[in-house]
């Protein structure tokens, strides 16, 4: 069974920063891309990051480049998301997932993200 325990998250102002884990289990994690979402009250889920399965390649949505970034630890089966310049448009709950943007599986309850002065 897929698993992931996400956490990292919590209540930061303006300009903050946050680190996300993402700890995996359940798969033979460094065979799969790894993405990170995010999903804002009463809205979809967000594509934000996603990196290969070696942690070279990574790719990121318009609205985080520059502010964000994902890594990951093959051997703790474990991605990162480490946010910086947090806005308050930021806010939503985080999520990864394995796979990309238009197939993915999620099995965690997520980490909320709360950007407030």
Avoid at 34 to 56: C, D, H, L, Y
């Amino acid at each position: 069974e897929v698993q992931f325990v996400e956490s990292g998250g919590g209540l930061v102002q303006p300009g903050g920063s946050l680190r996300l884990s993402c700890a995996a289990s359940g798969f033979i994690f460094s065979n799969y891309y790894m993405s990170w979402f995010r999903q804002a009250p009463g809205k979809g889920p967000e594509w934000v990051s996603g990196i290969n399965t070696g942690g070279i390649y990574t790719r990121y949505a318009d609205s985080v480049k520059g502010r964000f970034t994902i890594s990951r630890d093959n051997r703790k089966n474990t991605v990162y998301l480490q946010m910086n310049s947090l806005k308050p448009e930021d806010t939503a709950l985080y999520f990864c997932a394995r796979g990309d943007s238009s197939d993915y599986t999620r099995g965690g309850q997520g980490t909320q993200v709360i950007v407030s002065s």
